[in-house]
T-cell receptor
Framework: TAGITQAPTSQILAAGRSMTLRCTQDMRHNAMYWYRQDLGLGLRLIHYSNTAGTTGKGEVPDGYSVSRANTDDFPLTLASAVPSQTSVYFC???????????FGQGTRLTVV | GQNIDQPTEMTATEGAIVQINCTYQTSGFNGLFWYQQHAGEAPTFLSYNVLDGLEEKGRFSSFLSRSKGYSYLLLKELQMKDSASYLCAVRDSNYQLIWGAGTKLIIKP
């Protein structure tokens, strides 16, 4: 069972470059989320989507954009990476905003 | 602001019982979640409380008191594989999850 898949697993990115983190789920979940996880801090919500065609800003959206063209895919784009965006990024999905979330395996991004 | 507090780290002995506390101050409350996260891996769902009281699931139990803004996760018969971080998260009035920084649990033989 695939569940929710992220790519790449890890990446080193030069500052100023753009990059898209991919996220795909096969559970037909309506809601999808992007979080970043930094040492000593809780997971912080970057962007979310409650259903295909809609997106919303989370707690730390600046420097990131998302799209939700269909139910399965929820890519996260960094337009011009900065070192402070070095983090582990988790994509998650849930059947609705009222149920538990399932997480992808994470993308470890280092911006140098 | 919104805040979730948990101890940073706890140590316990294999076979023993440990209680991990979580206190929260959020704008609204629509449920509290506990997740387990092994080092380098994704968080996985453990439990969900929306009403006061104890929810038991095998060796793990979770308790909620909404009036006190307090929850705990109780782990019994600890095993080495329980060494992980335990994350407390509260769903606020906008149905967004607010996460604590997690409690790293170290199990010693």
């Amino acid at each position: 069972t695939a569940g929710i898949t992220q790519a790449p697993t890890s990446q080193i990115l030069a500052a100023g470059r753009s990059m898209t983190l991919r996220c795909t789920q096969d559970m037909r979940h309506n809601a999808m989320y992007w979080y970043r996880q930094d040492l000593g801090l809780g997971l912080r919500l970057i962007h979310y989507s409650n259903t295909a065609g809609t997106t919303g800003k989370g707690e730390v959206p600046d420097g990131y954009s998302v799209s939700r063209a269909n139910t399965d895919d929820f890519p996260l784009t960094l337009a011009s990476a900065v070192p402070s965006q070095t983090s582990v990024y988790f994509c998650a999905s849930s059947d609705s905003s009222e149920t538990e979330a399932f997480f992808g395996q994470g993308t470890r991004l280092t911006v140098v | 602001g919104q805040n979730i507090d948990q101890p940073t780290e706890m140590t316990a002995t294999e076979g023993a019982i440990v209680q991990i506390n979580c206190t929260y101050q959020t704008s609204g409350f629509n449920g509290l979640f506990w997740y387990q996260q092994h080092a380098g891996e994704a968080p996985t769902f453990l439990s969900y409380n929306v009403l006061d009281g104890l929810e038991e699931k095998g060796r793990f139990s979770s308790f909620l008191s909404r009036s006190k803004g307090y929850s705990y996760l109780l782990l019994k018969e600890l095993q080495m594989k329980d060494s992980a971080s335990y994350l407390c998260a509260v769903r606020d009035s906008n149905y967004q999850l607010i996460w604590g920084a997690g409690t790293k649990l170290i199990i010693k033989p």
